[in-house]
């Protein structure tokens, strides 16, 4: 069990506009998935583009006419969908500007896989990381930390606890996809760990090695020692003007 924790009003802020983000985003891809839904009802393949709901994307399924009450529900659907667009673009801008005055995201964007939004969610959910004396404490608030299943002399370790902060545990995981194809040092040690035990939990054994490596940064107020320069000032790039920029992790 972990000790009540109430962050301070700003970080309560920060936690509230991610979620909020996350919400709406959730909900675009509800509706998207929607549309998906109709298209194949309808048997209709759309043609090749890199962003099925981008700009050439939605101008083709602008220019559908589907039979009946279907051509309504899809109307409606891209008319949702432009709004929530521009809902998820305008927080994104909001969480961006809070981002930049906030050194502990400057230093937690250095990592591969962190851009300014999920640099957000970790400071959020971190708080004061003195708050925990180890490296292990943090792993464990995270749900990262092994199960351990004890049977007198015998002792074995099962999957992880997925205790405390799911949001926490939750962005580390998505960094941790990025991470290991970005970063030499996180793309050895999941290959050591997936060929023992698979790709899936190999993915969770480099969120928790990355999680490690930020607890130290924090602590030690550094940035991460083997650094892509040329990345982080891509994301910094980002992070300045999100509304040009968008949001991608690297």
Do not use: C
């Given at each position: 069990m972990f000790e009540s924790y109430v962050p301070p009003k700003a970080k309560q802020e920060d936690r509230t506009l991610i979620r909020h983000r996350a919400s709406?985003?959730?909900t675009r891809t509800e509706i998207r998935n929607r549309i998906h839904a109709l298209l194949a009802k309808h048997?209709?393949?759309?043609?090749?583009?890199?962003?099925?709901?981008?700009?050439?994307?939605?101008e083709w399924l602008r220019s559908l006419q589907l039979?009946?009450?279907?051509?309504?529900?899809?109307?409606?659907?891209?008319?949702l969908l432009r709004t929530l667009d521009e809902q998820v673009d305008a927080v994104t801008v909001q969480i961006a500007k809070t981002a930049c005055n906030q050194e502990d995201i400057r230093i937690l964007m250095t990592l591969p896989g962190i851009d300014f939004?999920?640099?957000?969610?970790?400071?959020s959910e971190i708080g004061d990381v003195k708050r925990f004396p180890t490296q292990w404490k943090l792993?464990?608030?995270?749900?990262?930390?092994?199960?351990?299943?004890?049977?007198g002399e015998y002792e074995r370790r099962g999957g992880i606890t997925k205790e405390g902060s799911k949001w926490l545990r939750w962005i580390l995981?998505?960094?941790?996809?990025?991470a290991r194809q970005h970063d030499p040092r996180f793309k050895t040690y999941y290959e050591r760990v997936a060929k023992r035990r698979g790709p899936q939990k190999a993915v969770v054994a480099v969120a928790k090695e990355i999680l490690?490596?930020?607890?130290?940064?924090?602590?030690?107020r550094e940035p991460y020692r083997?650094?892509?320069?040329?990345?982080?000032?891509?994301?910094?790039?980002?992070?300045?003007?999100?509304?040009?920029?968008?949001?991608?992790?690297a």
């Open positions: 709406l985003v959730k048997e209709l393949q759309p043609p090749t583009y890199s962003d099925r709901f981008g700009k050439k994307g939605t039979e009946g009450a279907d051509d309504t529900v899809l109307k409606t659907n891209l008319t939004y999920s640099a957000m969610v970790i400071g792993v464990a608030y995270a749900g990262l930390a092994p199960i351990q299943h004890q049977s995981v998505q960094a941790a996809q990025h490690v490596v930020i607890w130290f940064m924090l602590m030690r083997d650094q892509n320069q040329q990345r982080v000032e891509t994301k910094l790039k980002r992070m300045n003007t999100p509304a040009e920029s968008g949001l991608q992790a």
